[in-house]
C-alpha cells in the first residue's frame, strides 16, 4: 500500500488550493497518496496560542498577499478568482463525506475550483450541490450530512487532531518526521521526496 502525505488543508485558504494544484501529481511522481485532513485554519491559530488579526484585517498585509496569490496562480499557470465570502465549513465536511467515498482528490479539485477558480459563493449550496452532482453523488443525502450534527462534529474532531499533530495554519503538508508550512514549500519536499523516495 502507497504511503500517504498528509495534507492539511482548508477550504477558506487560497494558498491551500494553490498547492493542491501540485501535490497530488508530486505524490504520484514517488509512488505515494494523499491523505486529505480538512481542518479550520481560524481555530488552528488560537488553539497554537496566535490570537493576531485575521490577513483580512491588516489591509498593507492582505494587498501584498493577494498579489503573491496571483502571481502564483500565474506561475502554476491555474485560474484564480476571490470567491464572494469565505465561508466554507460544509465543503470542509464534505471532505469527509468524499474520504468516505475514496474519491476525496476527485471532490477537492472539483469544490476548489468552483470556491476559487470560478469564485462562487460558497454559502449557496446549489454551488456545493454541483460538485456532488458531478461526482455522481445523492445529492440530498450529500447536503444532508454536510450540514449534520454527525458531520460537523466529526469535522471538529478532525480540527482537534490536526491541532494534537502539531498544525497551527495550511497548508500543511507531513510525511515521516517531516512537514512543509505552504504553498511555496514544494522545492523542499521534493528534495526530500528525491533523497527518501526515489527508485
Known amino acids: 500500500m502507497s504511503k500517504p502525505i498528509d495534507f492539511y488543508f482548508d477550504m477558506m485558504s487560497p ?3 494553490l498547492a493542491h494544484t501540485q501535490l497530488p501529481d508530486l505524490a ?17 491559530k488560537v488553539a497554537a ?10 489591509p498593507a498585509k ?10 502564483w496562480a500565474a506561475h502554476y499557470n491555474v485560474p484564480f478568482t476571490f470567491p464572494k465570502n469565505l465561508t466554507v465549513e460544509p465543503w470542509n465536511v464534505g471532505v ?3 474520504n468516505d467515498k475514496g474519491q ?8 476548489y475550483a468552483k470556491i476559487w477558480a470560478e469564485g ?4 449557496d449550496m446549489a454551488e456545493l450541490s454541483e460538485v456532488a452532482k458531478g461526482l455522481g453523488w445523492d445529492v440530498d443525502e450529500f447536503i444532508a450530512y454536510v450540514q449534520s450534527n454527525e458531520g460537523r462534529t466529526r469535522f471538529r474532531k478532525a480540527c482537534v487532531q490536526a491541532h ?3 498544525v497551527f495554519g495550511a497548508p500543511i503538508m507531513m510525511l515521516d518526521d517531516q512537514a512543509w508550512w505552504g504553498n511555496d514549500r514544494f522545492a523542499f519536499i521534493e528534495e526530500y521526496l528525491k533523497k527518501e523516495y526515489s527508485n
Do not use: H, W
Request: charged share 20%; hydrophobic share 35%.
Open 104 to 111: 476525496s482528490e476527485a471532490y477537492v479539485n472539483a469544490a
Open 62 to 71: 492582505i494587498k501584498i498577499m493577494l498579489a503573491d496569490i496571483k502571481r
Open 120 to 123: 462562487c459563493d460558497p454559502t
Open 164 to 166: 494534537q499533530n502539531g
Open 28 to 44: 504520484r511522481k514517488y509512488g505515494l497518496t494523499v491523505n486529505y485532513l480538512p481542518m479550520d485554519i481560524p481555530q488552528a
Open 96 to 98: 469527509l463525506y468524499a
Open 49 to 58: 496560542g496566535n490570537y493576531g488579526p485575521s490577513n483580512r484585517e491588516v
Open 15 to 17: 494558498f491551500s488550493y
